[in-house]
């Protein structure tokens, strides 16, 4: 049955992520690719290759934690990567494997057990199993579609979403349906009523962190709602994940001296999944980064290492315990939501308390950690986002900050790029920071392109 699920999932994945009218066409054995039982609709959501492998990594790419020499930069493989980190107008336009297809794959397995899951009745016995994967369906949906939101429209504008373009919200498997995109104002809402609702069904426990819980599904809703600044929401979900599940991890305990400190699924690690992309050993951290970690923080050992015959660091530090990038939801961010949350809305003892709570964490049991002390709130709030992009970094959350604080001018970021004897920069008001579409995508729909 497993190798059945197996081969019907990538046939439903070709099927979403071709651009070819012809092959749309051709109906693959629908006994086949039609899952019947609620452990086939589990064994659909439960393949990680497509379900928790294949998240956006093009943001972390255009951003400014790293940059590439002339070298690096032309030893990179990957088209995308190379068109994203100088911001060209065309970033995708070398594949039909891309940010766009790969998330939407994503919806499309949700929608195949969603649809299938209106088709059976459960027992008594079944309904925790059946409300489990429905809730697991419309998580994954959430999360894909929150990824896409964050590279293919405009930061979130809560006085202007009814008429900003939104992506296109594919709520059924019809492959047939014709692909429109929706307003900001719809893809939001359509975001959280899936979380919303999946909040009530899905469990607080799971077998592996693989598999959303309720804990990782309030963590995703405070991401959410932070990205749309909706700060009390963001502090709310935050607070209620962490009081579920709020471990960290002692940086005293791992060791200095690992290629790749840390183990796959730790202790911070709510739910579980990578970035697609290139690895990340040809990127050098930029310097005016690496050198806002202390001495004394561990972070500064932990996450970076010489790149052998430079005086240049690269990142070691990826909570997927390799060399790809770790996107999934982990306490130390949830921690960060909270103390921004309550420096924005003015309860600094509690901003405070929240930092201080992981930065005694990261510090070297060496020298004692001095907890910070402020009353200013405009300080705490830079301390605070100074620290969520020390703590966060290569985690794919860089492009959606640096989106949401452009808009204030407080923090707004030039990010320039030397290559090649060519100086590219990228403004905070840049139209750059919208993605367009993959234009073969454009060209099978006739949707309306990002300008």
């Given amino acids: 049955m497993k190798k059945l699920i197996k081969i019907a999932a990538i046939i439903l994945a070709t099927l979403v992520m071709s651009c070819t009218k012809d092959f749309l066409e051709k109906k693959p054995d629908k006994a086949l690719v039609v899952p019947q039982t ?33 070298q690096n ?5 990957g088209l995308v990567t190379k068109n994203a980190y100088i911001w060209k107008k065309n970033v995708f336009d070398d594949g039909d494997r891309n940010d766009w297809s790969l998330c939407y794959a ?14 059976i009745t459960p027992t008594i016995q079944e309904k925790e199993k059946w409300e489990t994967i429905k809730g697991t369906a419309l998580f994954y949906r959430a999360l894909a579609f ?12 809560n006085e202007n979403a009814g008429e900003e373009l939104g992506i296109v ?9 014709p692909s429109q995109r929706s307003s900001m104002k719809d893809t939001y809402e359509a975001i959280l009523n899936d979380l919303h609702v999946a909040l009530e069904i899905l469990p607080k426990t799971v077998l592996a962190k693989t598999r959303p819980s309720l804990t990782a599904c309030k963590a995703l809703l405070a991401r959410v709602y932070l990205s749309m600044e909706k700060y009390q929401e963001a502090a709310n979900m935050a607070d209620e994940s962490l009081k579920d599940y709020d471990k960290l991890i002692d940086y005293n305990t791992i060791s200095k001296t690992s290629i790749r400190p840390f183990s796959l699924f730790n202790d911070e690690v709510i739910f579980h999944y990578t970035l697609f992309g290139q690895p990340i050993s040809l990127a050098r951290i930029e310097p005016t980064l690496y050198d806002q970690y202390e001495e004394n923080d561990l972070r500064k050992v932990l996450y970076f290492r010489e790149a052998p015959g ?18 999934g939801l982990a306490t ?45 709130r405009d300080v705490v709030l830079a301390k605070v986002l100074a620290e ?52 073969k995508v454009i060209n099978n729909n006739g949707m309306m392109q990002n300008e």
């Fill in 38 to 70: 609620l452990d086939d609709l589990q064994a659909l959501l439960d393949d990680t290759y497509t379900m928790n492998q294949r998240y956006p990594a093009t943001g972390e790419v255009a951003s400014d934690n790293y940059y590439l020499n002339d």
């Fill in 73 to 77: 930069y032309n030893a990179v493989a």
């Fill in 106 to 119: 994503v919806v499309f397995y949700s929608n195949v057990v969603l649809e299938a899951l209106n088709k």
């Fill in 146 to 157: 929150y990824n896409l939101s964050q590279l293919f429209m405009k930061p979130y504008d």
């Fill in 169 to 177: 919200l594919r709520l059924t498997p019809d492959i047939n349906e």
């Fill in 310 to 327: 430079t005086d240049l660091y690269s990142f070691k530090g990826s909570y997927q315990g390799g060399s790809t990038m770790f996107g």
């Fill in 332 to 376: 130390d961010e949830l921690y960060l939501i909270r103390a921004e949350c309550a420096a924005r809305t003015g309860n600094i003892e509690s901003a405070l308390n929240d930092l201080n709570t992981l930065l005694q964490k990261r510090w070297s049991n060496v020298v004692k950690y001095n907890p910070l002390s402020e009353s200013n």
């Fill in 388 to 439: 969520r992009r020390k703590s966060l970094v290569f985690r794919g959350l860089r492009w959606s900050d640096l989106r949401r604080l452009n808009k204030d001018r407080r923090f707004k970021t030039v990010i320039s790029r030397n290559l090649n004897g060519e100086i590219f920069q990228l403004m905070p008001e840049s139209r750059s920071y919208i993605f367009q579409i993959p234009q």
